[in-house]
């Protein structure tokens, strides 16, 4: 079974300029989460999604940040415009949401560079 | 705001000898704990979880700890092997509509030859 998949896995850019990320989760999994990751720090939710519907997106910073899940499968998130600060892994992840708490699988990451 | 402290920061350990990392959660709500290992530029990799209703659940030398009451939860790794030595992180969450899920700062385990 094919795991998560991200790309691109690395991204260089200029501040102001506008980035997407895509996401693929497991087939079959009804739940996708986009995390940002800090060098030296814990994977941070950016927002949740169950099915297309996005149930959690309080840490999104909606004035440059934007997600979307067409169709309850794949996932984009984007940036526009970047800035310096926005350096950072971004994850995806994907569950089988399921009572009592579930596995999430993460993505490889897309390391995304703001010059 | 809901929090996850997670203590060591840094571990550094003898091979063979166990290791210990702690965290505390503020969200007395929380019913699922995972603990994540994340190899230098690798994703995380959940190694163990609890839930609610258990206080202790074991994994060949892996083990969590889990006490409601006052809002811990621990990892114990036993007889640390070099291939032990990572990032390790835990999280709280509660699996509702509105939930969570929060990780830790993580902890860096070294395992000294």
């Known amino acids: 079974e094919a795991g998560v998949v991200q790309s691109p896995r690395y991204k260089i850019i200029e501040k102001k300029q506008p980035v997407a990320f895509w996401c693929n989760p497991i087939?079959?999994?009804?739940?996708l989460y986009w995390y940002r990751q800090n060098l030296g720090q814990g994977p941070e939710l950016l927002i949740r999604y169950e099915n297309e519907e996005a149930v959690d997106d309080s840490q999104l910073p909606k004035d440059r940040f934007s997600a979307e899940r067409l169709k309850g499968v794949d996932s984009t998130l984007k940036i526009q415009p970047a800035e310096l600060g926005d350096s950072a892994v971004y994850l995806c992840a994907s569950s089988l949401e399921l009572a009592g708490g579930n596995e999430q699988f993460f993505g490889p990451g897309t390391r995304l560079t703001v010059l | 705001g809901e929090n996850v402290e997670q203590h060591p920061s840094t571990l550094s350990v003898q091979e063979g000898d166990s290791a210990v990392i702690k965290c505390t959660y503020s969200d007395s709500a929380s019913n699922y704990f995972p603990w994540y290992k994340q190899e230098l530029g690798k994703r995380p990799q959940l190694i163990i979880d609890?839930?609610?209703?258990?206080g202790e659940k074991k994994d060949q030398r892996i083990a969590v700890t889990l006490n409601k009451t006052a809002k811990h939860f621990s990892l114990h790794i036993t007889e640390t092997q070099p291939e032990d030595s990572a990032v390790y992180f835990c999280?709280?969450?509660?699996?509702?509509?509105?939930?969570?899920?929060?990780f830790g700062s993580g902890t860096r385990l070294s395992i000294r030859p």
């Open positions: 087939s079959g999994h009804n739940t």
């Open positions: 999280a709280a969450t509660s699996y509702s509509s509105a939930s969570k899920i929060i």
């Open positions: 609890i839930r609610s209703n258990v």
